[in-house]
């Protein structure tokens, strides 16, 4: 998400607080939101699947590869 989405985003945040939005802002608020999270969750489940994990046995587990599947559920 790029710096701009982020300051209105916080723009958005501090009117909201200080006299209230309009229906369209409260509706922009909501999508500029939304597309944060989702990019907050695409960054997260990345830096998991790239997890290595080391086996008592030795063995290297790649975390993305064992539980990656489960997580791609709901079309994410």
């Known amino acids: 998400m790029d710096k701009d989405k982020l300051q209105r985003i916080n ?3 501090r009117r909201a ?5 309009t229906e369209a802002e409260r509706k ?6 939304q597309e944060y999270i989702e990019a907050v969750r695409m960054n997260l489940r990345g830096q ?3 997890i290595d994990v080391v086996n008592p046995d030795g063995s290297i587990e790649n ?5 990656g599947k489960k997580v791609q559920k709901n079309g994410h």
């Open 48 to 50: 998991l699947n790239n």
């Open 11 to 13: 723009e958005l945040a």
């Open 63 to 67: 975390l993305g590869e064992r539980y």
């Open 28 to 33: 922009e608020q909501a999508l500029l939101r």
């Open 17 to 21: 607080k200080a006299e209230g939005l």
